[in-house]
């Protein structure tokens, strides 16, 4: 490669550095890119059952310096062999394969990333089973953009979902701006503790005995289902102080084997585990968690790690095209795109159906648009069947669904806007969720979200409504 003569930016460092780790990887060695906080690499070369040559190992460290410019480290290369940590990095569970080379042995290519918030949105994987084989379904609901409506949803989806007899907690992890906690108990019924208190206590190994959910006072219509809620922020004591803010501060910081995405999944586990600690001594089936919008260190982990599906909120406009491109964007070139995808759904909140905006108009250029983006997590590709030939193992089935495949992430779930949810005071108006105009604009929603939660769990109401 030439000397550059423009400068390098953040967005041109990191194509640059893999190209020159597939180069390095080309020669017959495993190789990992380390990015730091500050988005500069090293390149760390497997050299301890291959001997890198002097005149390799200087054409590699120029190459790194002329191309990367400030987007280097002190020490662009680095050999496994002089290292006396080489294990912990290059069989790190937190590097990712480079989605252009074979995972794994001679000529194979990773990258870790170090960075202050966000690192979780690369780290996808599904809630393990509990320890007697069920497992808890958890639905994250998600908005790029704040003002969508997802908390109402979230209220109404429990509600319908306690109405079929599913025992459902709703977790409050929308920290900066709680109010799923208020909409489904009230606030008089609000728990000492909330989600805030448990990331903060178990910090400092302190969580025995926090109070953490409340059963709410909602009566299914038939059937023996349960409504419970873990809020974000609890109702506190009335002899101290409840400092929300001062804990807030706090809760992010990730503390030596106590980093905040492993005490997020304990907080929500927590409160699971005391749901089934309650009157009838059940477990939740399903989780609704209400996450906060943008891209942020609690959507992160929520959408990435906590759940098995996430439902993704937003509006047919610019901007929430341009957040969730780069989400997706940041999913495919971390190698993430066929672990998160499967998870996702799109639901297109607010949609007009007047005689000026027609809801089918709305839906029709909402489904194009989510299609062009979420083309970053789509194959477009062949199955490999050089791999299969030469190792035997199954090609890879593309994941490339139509625009018109009503099953696939990009297609919309509705939610109808109606004028009488603007302003609507739902903590002080009783039974809010039955008016007539609400049940129209979440009807659709209800219908296309339940199955989609519900699908190994079977029917619950009719056989519930029959003891």
């Given at each position: 490669?030439?000397?550059?003569?423009t400068?390098?930016?953040?967005?041109?460092?990191?194509?640059?550095?893999?190209a020159?780790?597939?180069?390095?990887?080309?020669?017959g060695?495993?190789?990992?890119?380390?990015?730091d906080?500050?988005?500069?690499?090293?390149?760390?070369?497997?050299?301890?059952?291959?001997?890198?040559?002097d005149?390799?190992?200087?054409r590699?460290n120029f190459?790194?310096?002329e191309?990367?410019?400030?987007?280097?480290t002190?020490?662009?290369?680095?050999?496994?062999?002089?290292?006396?940590?080489?294990?912990?990095?290059?069989?790190?569970?937190?590097?990712?394969?480079?989605?252009?080379r074979?995972?794994?042995?001679?000529g194979?290519?990773?990258?870790l990333?170090n960075?202050?918030?966000?690192?979780d949105w690369?780290?996808?994987s599904?809630?393990?089973?509990?320890?007697d084989?069920?497992?808890t379904?958890?639905?994250?609901l998600?908005g790029?953009?704040?003002?969508?409506?997802?908390?109402?949803?979230?209220?109404?989806?429990?509600?319908?979902?306690?109405?079929?007899?599913?025992?459902?907690?709703?977790?409050?992890?929308?920290?900066?701006?709680?109010?799923?906690?208020?909409?489904?108990?009230?606030?008089?019924?609000?728990p000492?503790?909330?989600?805030?208190?448990?990331?903060?206590?178990?910090?400092v190994g302190?969580?025995?005995?926090?109070?953490?959910?409340?059963?709410?006072?909602?009566?299914p219509t038939r059937?023996?289902?349960?409504?419970?809620?873990?809020p974000?922020?609890?109702q506190?004591?009335d002899?101290?102080?409840?400092?929300?803010?001062?804990?807030?501060?706090?809760?992010?910081?990730?503390?030596?084997?106590a980093?905040f995405?492993?005490?997020?999944?304990?907080?929500?586990?927590?409160?699971e585990?005391?749901?089934?600690?309650?009157?009838?001594?059940?477990?939740?089936?399903?989780v609704?968690?209400?996450?906060?919008?943008?891209?942020?260190?609690?959507?992160?982990?929520t959408?990435?790690?906590l759940?098995?599906?996430?439902?993704?909120?937003?509006?047919?406009?610019?901007?929430?095209?341009?957040?969730?491109?780069?989400?997706?964007?940041?999913?495919?070139?971390?190698?993430?795109?066929?672990?998160?995808?499967?998870?996702?759904?799109?639901?297109a909140?607010m949609?007009?159906d007047s005689?000026?905006?027609?809801?089918?108009t709305?839906?029709?250029?909402?489904?194009a648009?989510?299609?062009e983006y979420?083309?970053?997590?789509?194959?477009?590709?062949?199955?490999?069947?050089e791999?299969?030939?030469?190792t035997?193992?199954?090609?890879?089935?593309?994941?490339?669904?139509?625009?018109?495949?009503?099953?696939?992430?990009?297609?919309?779930?509705?939610?109808?806007?109606?004028?009488?949810?603007?302003?609507?005071?739902?903590?002080?108006?009783?039974?809010?969720q039955?008016?007539a105009?609400?049940?129209a604009?979440?009807?659709?929603?209800?219908?296309?979200?339940?199955?989609?939660?519900?699908?190994?769990?079977?029917?619950r109401?009719?056989?519930?409504?029959?003891r």
């Amino acid at each position: 490669m030439s000397p550059r003569t423009t400068p390098v930016r953040f967005d041109e460092a990191r194509p640059l550095a893999l190209a020159l780790a597939r180069s390095a990887a080309d020669e017959g060695f495993e190789v990992l890119l380390v990015r730091d906080v500050r988005g500069r690499f090293t390149l760390i070369v497997d050299d301890r059952d291959q001997q890198v040559e002097d005149e390799q190992r200087d054409r590699w460290n120029f190459a790194l310096v002329e191309q990367l410019g400030p987007y280097v480290t002190g020490r662009p290369l680095t050999l496994a062999s002089r290292m006396f940590t080489a294990d912990s990095l290059l069989a790190s569970k937190r590097t990712v394969p480079d989605a252009l080379r074979p995972p794994g042995g001679a000529g194979s290519v990773r990258l870790l990333e170090n960075t202050v918030v966000g690192e979780d949105w690369a780290n996808v994987s599904t809630p393990a089973l509990e320890a007697d084989g069920t497992r808890t379904h958890r639905t994250a609901l998600y908005g790029f953009k704040g003002g969508v409506g997802r908390t109402t949803a979230t209220a109404m989806l429990a509600r319908h979902l306690v109405d079929a007899g599913y025992i459902v907690l709703v977790v409050d992890l929308d920290l900066e701006s709680p109010g799923a906690g208020a909409l489904l108990a009230g606030l008089d019924q609000l728990p000492p503790h909330g989600i805030v208190d448990h990331l903060v206590e178990s910090a400092v190994g302190n969580t025995d005995g926090l109070d953490l959910v409340t059963r709410t006072p909602y009566t299914p219509t038939r059937g023996f289902g349960e409504l419970w809620v873990s809020p974000a922020r609890g109702q506190g004591s009335d002899d101290t102080p409840y400092a929300y803010v001062d804990k807030l501060n706090r809760v992010y910081a990730d503390i030596p084997g106590a980093s905040f995405a492993d005490r997020l999944a304990a907080a929500v586990q927590a409160a699971e585990d005391a749901v089934a600690r309650g009157d009838s001594g059940r477990r939740p089936e399903v989780v609704l968690l209400d996450s906060r919008a943008g891209i942020h260190d609690v959507a992160a982990v929520t959408i990435s790690r906590l759940c098995d599906l996430a439902l993704l909120f937003g509006a047919d406009n610019a901007q929430t095209w341009a957040g969730y491109g780069d989400l997706f964007t940041a999913w495919q070139s971390s190698g993430q795109a066929r672990e998160i995808r499967e998870k996702l759904r799109m639901v297109a909140s607010m949609v007009p159906d007047s005689v000026h905006h027609s809801m089918d108009t709305y839906l029709d250029s909402f489904r194009a648009r989510a299609y062009e983006y979420f083309a970053a997590l789509y194959d477009d590709v062949a199955p490999d069947t050089e791999q299969e030939i030469d190792t035997g193992a199954p090609a890879q089935v593309p994941f490339s669904p139509s625009l018109t495949d009503d099953s696939a992430p990009h297609a919309p779930i509705p939610i109808l806007f109606e004028p009488g949810l603007v302003g609507l005071d739902a903590v002080n108006s009783p039974h809010w969720q039955d008016r007539a105009f609400v049940q129209a604009a979440y009807r659709d929603f209800l219908a296309a979200a339940t199955p989609l939660i519900t699908a190994d769990l079977g029917a619950r109401g009719d056989e519930e409504g029959t003891r």
